[in-house]
C-alpha cells in the first residue's frame, strides 16, 4: 500500500505549528518538524519552537535534541526524516511534516538530489577560519552558475558547494524526480506581509517575555566549555534573527529596545526570504503532488484544511 504523507509549509508566524497539532489530532498523525533551528535543545524561545503543552499530546520528532554548537546538515535531516517517516507509517499512523524551508522539503520529495560527495575534513577545517565573504569569493571562481543561486550568508552552504566543486570541478545541476514511494499533500499557508509582520511582532515581545534572554545566556555559558569566544559569537551569528545582536546587547552597542526593534526586522526579513522561495517551491512542485494554498486571513481555512486532508486519506 502507498504511504501518505502531508506536508505543511509556511513562513514564521504562519501557524503551521498549531496547524500540524490540530491534523495530527484528528487523523492520528505524528509530526516532523522540517526546521534548521528548532532541532537545538535549548533554544526553543528563541528558535520559537512549538512548547510541549502546546503539542496536546502529539509525538514531534527532530525537535530540540541537538546540542547548540553541533552543524545539522540538510543531509543528515533527511536520513533522520526518512527513518522517523518509516517507523510512523509502520505503526498505522500519517507523517505529518512541518517547517518553513523548501530546502528541508526538497530531499523527502524529491531523489537524488544531491551529488555523493563525501566531507573533506581537511578542506573543512580549512574553510570554517574563513569568513562568509571569503567563502563566497572562492565559490564564485569555482562555480559562478552555484554562486549565482546559493545563500550567500549560509556558512554551511557555501563550505558544502566548495567541497563539491573541489571534488567534481563544479556542483551538478541535479535534475529533480519524484520519489515514487508515496502520496503527498502539500498545504501552503500564506498571508500579506503586513499581516505576518503584526504576529511576528507580537511573538518576538512573547517570546522576550517567556525568557529568551535568560535562554541566550545559558546557551552562551554552555558554548564556552567548547567553543572559543571569537567562536562563539560567530555561532550566535549564524543562527541569526534575536542571535544575532546580541552581543551587541551584552556589550552595550545597542540598548534593550533597539535589540527587540531590530529582531522584529531581522525575523521580517527571514519570513520574507521564506514566503520568496516557498512560493518558487511550491508553483513547481509536480502535477502527481496534491497541493493546497490557504489564505491565513480566510476564518475558516483550518476547517477547509481538515476537510481536504480527510478527503486524501480516503
Known sequence: MTKRIIFIGGATASGKSELGVNIAKEIGGEIISADSRQVYKNIPYFTGAI????????????????????????GEFQKKAEEKIKEICKKGKIPIIVGGS???????????????????KELR????EK?????????????????????????????????????????????????????????????PIENQREKIAKNVEKRMGQGLL?????????????LSPKE????????????????DLWNEKINLDEFIEKTKVEEGR???????????FFSELP??????????LDKNYQKQVLKDTKNFLK
Open 131 to 191: 569568513s562568509i565573504e571569503e567563502l563566497f569569493q572562492i565559490l564564485q571562481k569555482k562555480d559562478k552558475r552555484r554562486a549565482e543561486f546559493i545563500d550567500k550568508k549560509n556558512k554551511p552552504r557555501l563550505i558544502r558547494a566548495i567541497e563539491i566543486a573541489e571534488e567534481l570541478g563544479l556542483v551538478p545541476e541535479l535534475k529533480k524526480e519524484m520519489r515514487g514511494d508515496y502520496e503527498i499533500f502539500f498545504i501552503w499557508l500564506s498571508q
Open 51 to 74: 512548547l510541549k503543552d502546546e503539542m496536546k499530546g502529539v509525538i514531534h520528532h527532530l525537535l530540540s535534541f541537538l546540542s547548540e554548537e553541533k552543524i545539522f546538515s540538510v
Open 102 to 120: 523548501s530546502f528541508y522539503f526538497e530531499p523527502l520529495i524529491y531523489k537524488n538530489l544531491f551529488p555523493e560527495v563525501s566531507q573533506n
Open 270 to 280: 527571514y519570513a520574507k526570504r521564506q514566503n520568496t522561495y516557498l512560493k518558487k
Open 287 to 296: 502535477k502527481q503532488i496534491l497541493k493546497v494554498q490557504y489564505d491565513l
Open 232 to 247: 562563539v559569537k560567530e555561532r550566535f551569528i549564524k543562527l541569526g534573527q534575536a542571535f544575532k545582536y546580541i552581543h
Open 214 to 226: 535568560k535562554e541566550a545566556e545559558i546557551v552562551n555559558k554552555n558554548l564556552l566549555k567548547v
Open 125 to 128: 577545517n580549512e574553510l570554517k
